[in-house]
């Protein structure tokens, strides 16, 4: 009978390593599809902002002779531009934050059924969703404000000092536009997007888990940095942190339920790239 039950024992505890390994294989797959859409997610909003770059840099550089009267209408020209990029940062941005919502339920759901798990639980409310993209589209906004505002100042500048259009533009490029530095709109712009989304990802991850969590007690979630020379020291040392599904990491000197969680101070937040991994319970 001792033997039967250290044989018992010796097969559970194989199954549960096979279970979590199953479970780690699909982490790991589904957070190289999250990093393929970021990715692409990047891609697309550089592509917005060259165009939108070299659309802009071109009108003022070619401009005739600064005046007052031609001034104005050179302004109200550039604004239509910027005013048309807003629109398709805000109509792009809400479409990936969509995906990215249900990207992050997937990773909750995905390896905890891996791991043999079984569980019907409804998809998350999309209210959330809903609140964090009209307050994306509000940050889109003031960088349109900012940049227009921005814009008008150098050009006024140049014609207050008499430069040349192709000087002036220069100005604006780097003043401005910057793709490079980061007081530009271009890093900014990257930066709402990329943070924003990311966000949306693991909020909607931790709502899942706590749905899941309802359904199935002891579950833990693992804290999952990108190992790179771009990574923040202290999500590096957060990598691998596991707390129970309703607990907080411990980041930075800073409590939080997720990664990219708004209670986070913004040098904890910005351009992070963090995931969470679901940990089945222990048999």
């Not at 990207?103 to 759901?109: C, F, P």
């Amino acid at each position: 009978m001792e033997i039967l039950k250290e044989r018992l024992k010796v097969y559970s505890n194989l199954n549960e390593q096979i279970s979590r390994a199953k479970a780690s294989a699909k982490a790991k797959e589904l957070i190289a599809k999250a990093k393929r859409f970021d990715a692409s997610l990047d891609a697309e909003v550089l592509k917005q902002l060259k165009e939108l770059r070299k659309n802009l840099i071109f009108e003022v550089t070619t401009a005739k002779r600064f005046t007052p009267e031609y001034l104005e209408k050179l302004k109200k020209s550039l604004e239509e531009q910027i005013r048309e990029f807003e629109t398709r940062l805000k109509s792009y941005t809400a479409a990936s934050q969509n995906t990215a919502w249900n990207n992050g339920q997937e990773l909750a759901d995905g390896p905890l059924k891996a791991a043999g798990l079984v569980f019907d639980v409804p998809r998350l409310s999309t209210e959330l969703l809903i609140l964090n993209q009209d307050y994306t589209a509000d940050l889109i906004t003031g960088l349109r404000d900012e940049t227009i505002n921005q814009i008008n100042g150098v050009l006024n500048r140049g014609m207050l000092a008499g430069k040349d259009a192709y000087t002036v533009g220069r100005e604006i490029d780097s003043e401005v536009l910057g793709v490079k530095e980061e007081r530009g709109i271009s890093y900014k712009a990257e930066k709402i997007v990329r943070t924003e989304n990311n966000r949306v990802y693991n909020m909607s991850e931790q709502g899942r888990i706590e749905q899941i969590a309802g359904v199935i007690p002891g579950l833990k979630k693992e804290w999952a940095a990108v190992i790179d020379n771009r990574t923040r020291p202290s999500h590096l040392a957060a990598h691998g942190q596991i707390v129970d599904w309703d607990a907080d990491f411990e980041v930075g000197g800073h409590s939080c339920s997720y990664p990219n969680d708004p209670s986070l101070p913004p040098e904890e937040v910005v351009n992070c790239r963090c995931r969470m991994i679901p940990i089945p319970p222990e048999e």
